[in-house]
């Protein structure tokens, strides 16, 4: 694809509908990090509609592998799983050669963090970060274990459900998204105050893995399905002009 | 064709580091970080150092914040096809900084961008584009970053210009102050509170 055949379109504006607001007081540290004054609306520039773009000289080779990319003593404990999907935009068109960046816990829902004081322990075969780029079909995948649900200080009984986090880039700016991925009948999921921060029950649908028996690798893994939709582009701009010349 | 929706964020949470800057969670992985070098070697232009804190509703620094800068060269070039037009060989333009945890200090190191095409034959005065991610914010928040020493350009950018209250355009300028060192500006920003920094819906 190239530039040159006509101005750059701009991104369709981001649906706040479907996305958590700022302010969701369920999520307790949302209460005094979240701006009480309106966004303001802008139309792209070239500053929203270009991003940075990553190669493969970026990364290493195990660097999708985190059943590998931190093995010291052997492989890290609990269930194999591979974790894959397609980066699409909201026109269903593939996003090819971008990056995307995973962490989670491990399977007793520890992370490796200074910060992380869980009593569940640290396993010295996983670190719990893997980054790809996506191929020229959109396609990812990690190998990884199925993190543990763990509990955190929000209330008294509040427990993540198994989640993996998710950073994703597109190819401009306003598409940079970071999200987390849920798994297919999770009881925690319903009851979980940063999943149900967003208000629409179909848009945390869309956070949900889905069992892929046909992609799982017989007597090795189980895997699960993530597709991720990035914000699709205007693809005429006959008015609106993003620069002049 | 089929129309999809945009999935969902949600918060990077308070172990972000792990995935995005896994040296300060703690532990060694990637033979290379990202985001830790901003214009490369080549670059040319001013050099100047970012430095700043991210304040909460309570006035408290958040110490887990993570913010991405993504800028154009001194020419107001943007590293990208898009863009098109010539950057130094090493720019990249695009940056990942962390608070420091005991302070929420934080700083970069990159040089000074030029001025940018607006819409509509207009000129955006240089700016730093910030996305700012952290445990409790649920989707990210987009800023831009001005340099105290625009008054012209800034005076003239479409975006400030779009800031109804005209006293809060002062929220995205960064201070510029000098030294033996070279050039620092300062620039902090208030989630929340009488100073409450201007988010964009870009």
Redesign the interface.
């Known amino acids: 694809m190239t ?2 055949k006509g101005p ?1 379109a701009e991104f369709y504006q ?3 509908l ?5 302010l ?1 007081p369920d ?1 307790k ?9 309106a ?16 190669s493969h000289n ?3 080779p195990q ?1 999708n592998d985190l059943l590998k ?2 093995c010291h003593s052997g492989d890290p404990i609990g269930e194999r799983i591979i974790v894959h999907g397609r980066v ?5 068109r593939a996003v090819p050669n971008t ?1 995307v ?3 989670q816990a491990n399977a007793g829902g520890r ?6 004081t869980y009593l569940a322990p640290i396993d010295p075969n996983f ?3 893997g ?1 790809t780029l996506t191929d020229e079909e959109g396609y990812y995948f990690f190998r990884t274990v199925k993190p543990g649900a763990y509990p955190w200080r929000n209330w008294t009984d509040s427990w993540r459900p198994a989640h993996i ?1 998710f ?1 994703v880039f597109g ?4 598409q ?5 991925l849920y798994f297919e009948g999770d009881p925690l999921i319903a009851r979980c105050p ?2 149900q ?2 208000p ?1 029950p179909d ?2 649908e ?2 949900i893995a889905r069992l892929d028996v046909r992609s799982s690798v017989p007597f090795d893994m189980l895997a699960y399905r993530f597709d ?5 582009r205007r693809s005429t701009l006959f008015e ?6 | ?20 800057a ?1 040296g300060a ?3 060694q ?4 970080e ?1 985001g830790h070098d901003i214009a490369g070697p080549n670059a040319k232009g001013e050099r100047i150092r970012i430095e700043g804190c991210v304040y ?3 006035g ?1 620094p ?1 110490k ?1 914040v993570l913010i ?1 800068v ?1 800028q ?1 060269n001194a020419d107001g070039h ?7 037009r010539k950057v130094e060989d090493g720019f ?3 940056g990942r900084v962390i608070a420091d ?1 005991s302070t929420g200090e934080w700083q970069f190191d990159t040089i000074k961008p030029g001025t ?7 000129r ?1 005065a240089p ?1 730093i ?1 910030l ?1 700012i ?9 987009n800023t ?1 970053l001005y340099f105290s020493d625009e008054t012209k350009a800034n005076a003239e950018d479409p ?1 400030l210009s ?2 109804e209250q005209a006293h809060r355009r002062n929220t995205l300028i960064a201070k510029r102050h000098e030294n033996k060192e070279g050039v620092t500006y300062r620039f902090d920003i208030h ?2 509170g009488p100073e ?7």
Not at chain 1, 29 to 37: A, D, G, I, K
Not at chain 1, 228 to 232: A, C, D, H, P
Not at chain 2, 133 to 141: C, D, E, H, M, S
């Open positions: 530039h040159k750059p981001r649906d706040r479907r996305q958590p607001p700022a969701t999520y540290t949302s209460v005094t990090r979240s701006p009480q004054y966004l303001l609306s802008l139309e792209n520039s070239l500053s929203e509609i270009t991003g940075p773009l990553f970026d990364l290493g660097d990319n931190y699409l935009d909201e026109n269903g990056l960046e995973i962490w992370y490796r963090h200074r910060n992380d670190g719990g970060c980054r986090h950073s190819s401009g700016f306003a940079r998204l970071i999200t987390q940063i999943a921060t967003i629409d848009a945390v869309q956070l991720i939709v990035l914000r699709g609106n002009r993003l620069e002049g010349n | 064709m089929d129309t999809l929706n945009e999935t969902p964020s949600q918060t990077a949470g308070p172990y972000v580091h792990i995935g995005l896994p969670a703690g532990f992985i990637f033979d290379e990202l909460d509703g309570t408290a958040i887990d991405e993504w154009a943007y590293a990208h096809p898009e863009d098109g990249r333009g695009w945890f940018t095409p607006g819409r509509n034959h207009t955006q700016h584009n996305w991610v952290a445990r409790g914010i649920n989707i990210g928040l831009r975006v779009l800031i989630i929340q409450e920094t201007v988010f964009l819906d870009i």
